[in-house]
């Protein structure tokens, strides 16, 4: 009887450990690296890629930039923010019904309240430009970040040179 029983015992402990072992995809998943061929389009093509015309995806493939740069302390409008900003008043002169929102940025320096300050006179200088340039005021919002929202961080010039900067942002598509 005790060697039937033993008996019984490893059949059932091997069943038991037959059923937990792990068994081989029939398939297996292609390695890293291969990738299928994209499937072939069928129909028209769009020509804009999927990005609706007006569109803040659009802003950022037809203006230069969407970011104007600055220097230390500095809020003023030099030659590369004139012609990134002109970009900006091509697309913005072709969808009249946009309204913008200009966000002020500054680097980690300073304390909250004069980086705020300077953020906004940043802000308002791209928004001046802008409007002087014929775009409306009152499609122009702004708002000063300060130094709350860096895209570089680092406590270096690279960063910092970075942080420097005045954002536009679609809130409205046409």
């Not at 402990?13 to 059923?19: F, N, R, S, Y």
């Not at 002020?104 to 906004?120: F, I, P, S, V």
């Not at 300060?146 to 942080?163: C, I, Q, Y």
């Amino acid at each position: 009887m005790a060697r039937l029983t033993t008996t019984i015992l490893m059949a059932t402990a091997l069943v038991a450990t037959a059923a937990c072992s792990k068994k081989r995809p029939e398939v297996l998943p292609p390695a890293p690296g291969d990738t299928a061929p994209p499937p072939a389009q069928t129909g028209p093509v769009d020509p804009n890629g999927g990005i609706a015309p007006g569109s803040a995806a659009d802003f950022k493939r037809s203006a230069q930039s969407d970011t104007v740069h600055f220097g230390t302390d500095m809020y003023d409008i030099d030659a590369t923010a004139r012609a990134i900003l002109d970009s900006q008043v091509d697309w913005l002169q072709r969808y009249p019904n946009v309204t913008i929102t200009i966000e002020g940025h500054c680097d980690e320096r300073g304390t909250r309240e004069y980086n705020l300050a300077l953020g906004d006179r940043r802000a308002n200088a791209a928004k001046n430009y802008l409007a002087a340039r014929g775009i409306a005021p009152s499609r122009i919002s702004v708002i000063s970040y300060g130094k709350e929202r860096p895209v570089a961080l680092g406590s270096d010039e690279a960063s910092w040179a970075e942080n420097r900067r005045a954002v536009t942002v679609v809130v409205n598509g046409a």
